[in-house]
């Protein structure tokens, strides 16, 4: 059973994220989406709802499921028996950062391979950051998210009373 872990903080989750679930679902018996609490990075949604976000925008993938953690990812990684993580690669100015941490990843835990994907072009200008910003400022995100994305995040951001 070939497992790898696709880790994030997925605040929310982006169809250039759900393109890296759908290829890296093509290659290995099981994907787990574990979205990180990531609580420092102040996330707009909770971790239940990030989850909830990801459990459904996977729910017509069978070897797709959704989980959360917090602490080491090559613990977490372990813990499920997992044999790689997959990250995706959007431009030159991703490669840096992910380039450090799949070699400190390694250094921990040398067992685990970690493994580069590219989005289709579409998404590669596509974020998390960008569309809550867009979203924030009232602009049209149908393009970028999933539906059920889309409307919490309507909802979420609504002015309140
Ligand atoms: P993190 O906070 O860990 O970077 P993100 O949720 O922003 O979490 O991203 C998780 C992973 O998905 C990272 O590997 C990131 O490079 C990748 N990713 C983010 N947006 C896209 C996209 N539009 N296309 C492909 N990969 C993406």
Partial sequence: MRTVIYP????????????????AAKLFDRVIVAVAKNEGKRPLFSLAERRALV????????NVTA?????LLVEYVASKNAQAIVRGLRAV???EFEFQLA?????????????FMMPKDTYTFLSSR???EIARLGG?????VPPHVQTALLKKLKPKK
């Fill in 93 to 95: 100015s991703d490669f």
């Fill in 140 to 144: 049209d995100v149908r393009s970028f």
């Fill in 8 to 23: 994030g903080s997925f605040d929310p989750l982006t169809n250039g994220h759900l393109d890296v679930v759908q290829r």
């Fill in 103 to 115: 070699l400190m990843n390694r250094k921990l835990d040398e067992n685990i391979e970690t493994l």
């Fill in 130 to 132: 960008i569309v809550k």
């Fill in 55 to 62: 459990t459904q925008a996977v729910k017509h993938l069978p």
């Fill in 67 to 71: 989980d959360t953690f917090d602490g």
